[in-house]
């Protein structure tokens, strides 16, 4: 069994964010007076990730590891910030 290329991991991981982050959740529901940071930026910046690394892949560029570890890294510090904001719930260790 082969190891998957970082093209297809890259594209699962968008997909995964993709259906968890709230992109188009109201802006009453994701901006608040106690929130940590800026949750509004925050998902605009991992968006805006995406919709670059989807026109980069529709022309044929493939991610390298490096690549895929940074943008791997924004979502996970991205998804924390939202659990802290109580925009997603945490996810249990098992």
Same mark, same amino acid.
């Given at each position: 069994?082969?190891?998957?290329?970082?093209?297809?991991?890259?594209?699962?991981?968008? %997909?995964k964010v993709k259906a968890e982050?709230?992109?188009?959740a109201p802006e009453s529901s994701?901006?608040?007076?106690?929130c940590e940071?800026?949750?509004k930026k925050l998902l605009e910046l991992v968006e805006?990730?995406?919709?670059g690394w989807q026109t980069r892949l529709d022309q044929?560029?493939?991610p390298?590891? %490096?690549?895929?570890?940074?943008?791997?890294?924004?979502c996970k510090n991205v998804r924390r910030a939202l659990v802290r904001n109580g925009l997603l719930v945490k996810?249990?260790?098992n």
């Amino acid at each position: 069994m082969s190891k998957p290329s970082c093209e297809q991991v890259l594209q699962e991981v968008i %997909a995964k964010v993709k259906a968890e982050f709230p992109f188009h959740a109201p802006e009453s529901s994701i901006c608040s007076d106690h929130c940590e940071v800026c949750t509004k930026k925050l998902l605009e910046l991992v968006e805006m990730e995406i919709i670059g690394w989807q026109t980069r892949l529709d022309q044929g560029d493939k991610p390298n590891f %490096a690549e895929l570890n940074q943008f791997v890294k924004l979502c996970k510090n991205v998804r924390r910030a939202l659990v802290r904001n109580g925009l997603l719930v945490k996810k249990s260790s098992n």
